[in-house]
């Protein structure tokens, strides 16, 4: 059974800062990529940023230079600093961890950036 649960998701005005976690339960796998997703209202998911075993990083155009993709040594929590909040960054954020049995998502949370 893996569950993946985000949180640190919330109400921050623009130019603040949030940080999202995932824990990853059930995954014992190190060889797993982690990444983040958003999804805005009317909008399609897309990729923010990725992560991959070794440690490289890959983020949308958008989000680079603001946010910081990250994982635990255990590579069980993969975690999304966010500095520098716009109002576009409004979303729900999806974790998304693929491990070499499966592609597992988590349910998201809300990000709202006020202005």
């Known amino acids: 059974q893996v569950q993946l649960v985000e949180s640190g998701g919330g109400l921050v005005q623009a130019g603040g800062s949030l940080r999202l976690s995932c824990a990853a339960s059930?995954?014992?796998?190190?060889?797993?990529?982690g990444a983040w997703y958003r999804q805005a209202p009317g909008k399609q998911r897309e990729l923010v940023a990725i992560?991959?075993?070794?440690?490289?990083?890959r983020y949308a155009g958008s989000v680079k230079g603001r946010f910081t993709i990250s994982r635990d040594n255990t590579q069980t929590m993969v975690y999304l600093q966010m500095n520098s909040l716009q109002t576009e960054d409004t979303a729900v954020y999806y974790c998304?961890?693929?491990?070499?049995?499966?592609?597992?998502w988590g349910q998201g949370t809300q990000v709202t950036v006020s202005s």
């Open positions: 998304n961890v693929v491990t070499r049995d499966a592609n597992y």
């Open positions: 992560i991959t075993p070794g440690g490289s990083t």
């Open positions: 059930g995954i014992n796998n190190r060889l797993s990529t």
